[in-house]
């Protein structure tokens, strides 16, 4: 995380999080010595999309952006799921796949 830990932790508090709908997250592939880190936020925020996996080969680091919806906000108004915000990024293969069993198991 680069730099505002204190506001990230204030947005994700109990008394805001009601009003951060959501969190994008750069999930990165590899491990750097830190004393900062993200506050814990899954217990209230769901993945809703994974991009595909980017890769900087001058250092080999591979990353992806994850998307994350308040779960609720998002059962109260579904339509704040940001989907255009999201199709900016090729979906990872994983998340195809997990849509595919889901249309399967709905449609047969």
Avoid at 14 to 39: G, S, W
Avoid at 51 to 67: A, C, G, R
Wanted: net charge negative.
């Amino acid at each position: 995380m680069v730099g505002g830990q204190g506001i990230y932790e204030e947005a994700l508090s109990d008394q805001y999080k009601h009003r951060c709908k959501l969190v994008i997250a750069t999930r990165i592939n590899k491990e750097y010595e830190a004393d900062v880190f993200m506050p814990k936020f899954e217990d209230s925020f769901t993945p809703l999309f994974i991009s595909k996996t980017y890769s900087q080969m001058k250092d080999e680091i591979t990353f992806d952006f994850t998307f994350f919806g308040n779960r609720e906000l998002l059962r109260e108004q579904p339509e704040l799921v940001p989907t255009r915000a999201m199709s900016e990024y090729p979906k990872h293969p994983e998340m195809q796949y997990l849509e595919y069993i889901k249309e399967v198991i709905a449609t047969g």
